[in-house]
């Protein structure tokens, strides 16, 4: 089966209390969404938190999140991200060649930022079939949306807010 992505991350300050979030739909629905039964084609979500982080990360932590729940039921398909970060879009589709051709060092010789979750993030994507969108985030695109909104939940559970 051939899968859509949804993921998010933010922090309430940053670093500070974070959450990630991440729903799968089947490619089936499109990109196009009817927000009247959009809720009746998910597949999985799901939303974590983490008391002292960074956006990067939490942005980094929902894909993962996302493809080990994918991997552990043994999905055999084309899986599409889609992301609000172009740090996450751009980190799997332009950056990460010359980070591991330069031994996980930027241009400038400095070791990569979450190095740890890049490397785990690219040994999952060497068993599976995914490409990397950006979507512009706060735009109406439902799914984004509803990634959004089970990060604040994410955040408030560390917070109370």
């Given amino acids: 089966m051939n899968v859509l992505i949804y993921t998010d991350g933010g922090c309430s300050g940053n670093p500070g209390p ?3 979030a991440y ?21 999985a979500e799901k939303w974590g938190a983490e008391g002292d982080t960074t956006n ?22 084309d899986i599409k991200v889609f992301t609000d970060s ?3 879009q751009k980190g799997m589709t332009v950056w990460i060649k010359d980070w591991k051709l330069r031994n996980w060092k930027t241009s400038d010789k400095k070791p990569v ?42 955040i408030a559970s560390l917070t109370g807010n």
Wanted: one cysteine or more; proline letters at 2%; hydrophobic letters at 45%.
């Fill in 18 to 20: 974070g959450g990630w």
């Fill in 113 to 154: 930022k979450n190095q740890n979750l890049w490397q785990r993030l690219d040994d999952l994507c060497r068993h599976l079939s995914v490409s990397w969108h950006w979507v512009k985030g706060h735009a109406g695109n439902f799914y984004n949306e509803r990634c959004d909104k089970l990060t604040q939940k994410a």
């Fill in 56 to 77: 990067n990360k939490m942005e980094l932590l929902a894909v993962i999140s996302a493809l080990e729940a994918l991997s552990a039921i043994g999905l055999i398909g």
């Fill in 23 to 43: 729903v799968i739909v089947p490619e089936s629905v499109g990109t196009v969404i009817n927000p009247d039964t959009a809720e009746t084609v998910i597949l």
């Fill in 86 to 88: 172009q740090y996450v």
